[in-house]
């Protein structure tokens, strides 16, 4: 445990005033999210009605409904009327485009839910690899604006075959879900041989990441060659996503790590509401933000790099980071010791040098002893860009809770999710200086799972994930 080593003398006289900071309100920023979608996943295809549309037709017109559509009286009205009925409108109808400059799940506003899975690619044969990645591609694009995989879906195949999706999404809306590829050390080379004629094409930022003072990395929490995030504002509808994707790649690819996440613990737009982590302190309020488009520039997107690694220009580096928080300890601490250890105020959020959340820190000024209001160790001063050559990071890690850890406590923490423009500067300099000297990672956290990817620019339609790879 920390000694507290941060000596406020008069801590009510030095503490910004939570009253008087301002505090968004939620309905303000939820109601800038304006559905989009038109109805989703009625059951009532383009080639007929499926067997839930039927049963959703009963429901709508009756049986006699049925009867006329069974005989073939129904029209284009009656055929939307159950199509709308049979569509659950209440939430999250909102469509996010797949198709795009960058990959989608990068800065569109963090949902609510993660599914991420890492996969190890089984085949080794480069044709079957690219199929693949089309077979995604395609499969991602459908999920993503609300419909099933597959030409066929859950319902309205073979009856004798294995459904093309497999359906718990079927009554579901798109729920903004994102799908985020990315690709590992391991996709271009394993035991020190180039895969899949990807000679020369393993980007130079795309590092083995050093071991970190404190990593008790598990390996199967860690790597990967593939990655997918999938986020929606429905977990049911990130599941289905990964559930389907990895069908589709069976025999060809199996899943190394999965993770759930929830309560997401970063904003990544203006618009959002600023979340909270399992510590209870507000998490993102320094965070990169799509409206920063410059700022993006610098420090997310790839630019035009060295011969052999333009297939990477508009993408970015996704860093995974399993790190299980010690909640157990933490809520033994001190509201004053858990503020010091963060530096911000745990209500409002604002730095404990004063101001409101969005107040810039003033890392100099000092309190009645001398002391410095926001500790040295405090992780906003030593994660701060002043602390790390000036450099940001897109955050949009989730909360998690995996049951027990097998010693009576809950294996719970932040799944750290970042986006950045290259990882030897944006992220292993910083990593560095938290796991050596900020208290609150040597004492509250413990990394168990880890995964650095590169994350290919966004796939215009007609083409497919990762495409310059294979050009
Ligand atoms: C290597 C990067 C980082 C790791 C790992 C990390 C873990 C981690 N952070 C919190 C809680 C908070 N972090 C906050 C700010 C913050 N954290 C990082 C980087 C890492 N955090 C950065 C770059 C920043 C922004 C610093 C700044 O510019 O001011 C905050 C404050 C609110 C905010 O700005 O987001 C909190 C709270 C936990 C609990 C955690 C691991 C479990
Ligand atoms: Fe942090």
Redesign the pocket.
């Known amino acids: 445990m920390s000694g507290c080593p941060f000596g406020h003398t008069d801590a009510d006289a030095e503490r910004p005033s939570e009253a008087a900071a301002v505090v968004n309100s939620r309905e303000a920023a939820d109601g800038g999210a304006a559905s989009t979608a038109e109805s989703r996943r009625s059951g009532v295809s383009l080639k007929g009605v499926s067997r839930r549309g039927l049963l959703s037709l009963a429901g709508v017109g009756g049986a006699g409904a049925v009867a006329g559509l069974a005989a073939g009286f129904l029209g284009h009205d009656a055929l939307n009327a159950a199509a709308a009925s049979a569509t659950d409108t209440s939430t999250g109808e909102a469509v996010v485009p797949f198709f795009g400059e960058h990959q989608a799940g990068i800065t569109t506003p963090a949902q609510d839910r993660l599914h991420m899975a890492a996969f190890d690619v089984t085949t080794e044969d480069r044709k079957e690899l690219i199929k693949l990645l089309k077979d995604w591609t395609a499969a991602a694009e459908s999920m993503t604006t609300g419909q099933p995989t597959g030409r066929t879906g859950a319902v309205d195949g073979p009856y004798d075959a294995p459904p093309e999706d497999t359906g718990e999404a079927l009554d579901l809306a798109a729920a903004k879900l994102t799908l985020t590829f990315g690709f590992g050390v391991g996709l271009f080379e394993k035991d020190g041989k180039a895969r899949f004629g990807l000679e020369g094409r393993r980007p130079e930022a795309l590092i083995d990441l050093p071991h970190f003072p404190g990593d008790d990395l598990q390996p199967g929490r860690t790597g990967g060659d593939i990655v997918i995030q999938a986020c929606a504002d429905d977990p049911q509808v990130a599941v289905h996503a990964i559930r389907n994707l990895a069908r589709i790649g069976f025999g060809k690819v199996r899943v190394r790590w999965s993770q759930l996440g929830f309560g997401r613990?970063?904003s990544t737009s203006r618009a959002q509401v600023?979340p909270?982590?399992?510590?209870g302190?507000?998490?993102?309020?320094?965070?990169l933000k799509v409206e920063d488009n410059a700022l993006l520039d610098e420090h997310v997107w790839v630019s035009s790099g060295p011969a052999g690694e333009q297939w990477m220009t508009g993408g970015s580096y996704l860093?995974a980071?399993r790190?299980?928080?010690h909640i157990e300890i933490w809520d033994r601490t001190s509201l004053r010791e858990q503020e010091g250890l963060?530096?911000?105020t745990k209500g409002v959020?604002a730095?404990l040098s004063g101001g409101d959340e969005f107040s810039t820190?003033d890392f100099a000024m000092a309190g009645r002893n001398g002391d410095p209001l926001i500790p040295m160790d405090a992780?906003?001063?030593l994660?701060?860009?002043?602390q790390?050559n000036g450099?940001?990071?897109l955050?949009r890690?989730y909360n998690f809770t995996d049951g027990s850890d097998g010693l009576g406590h809950l294996d719970a923490?932040?799944f750290?999710i970042?986006f950045v423009k290259d990882p030897r500067t944006h992220?292993v300099p910083?990593?560095l200086?938290?796991a050596k000297s900020?208290t609150?990672?040597v004492e509250?956290?413990k990394?168990t799972g880890s995964g650095l990817f590169a994350v290919p620019p966004g796939v215009q339609a007609g083409g497919f994930i990762g495409e310059g790879l294979f050009a």
């Open positions: 613990t970063s600023t909270r982590n399992l510590f302190f507000k998490d993102g309020t320094n965070n860093v980071r790190i299980q928080m963060i530096g911000r959020g730095p820190p992780h906003v001063r994660a701060h860009p002043d790390n450099v940001r990071m955050r890690g923490g932040l750290f970042a992220y910083m990593q200086t938290l900020d609150l990672s509250y956290l990394h």
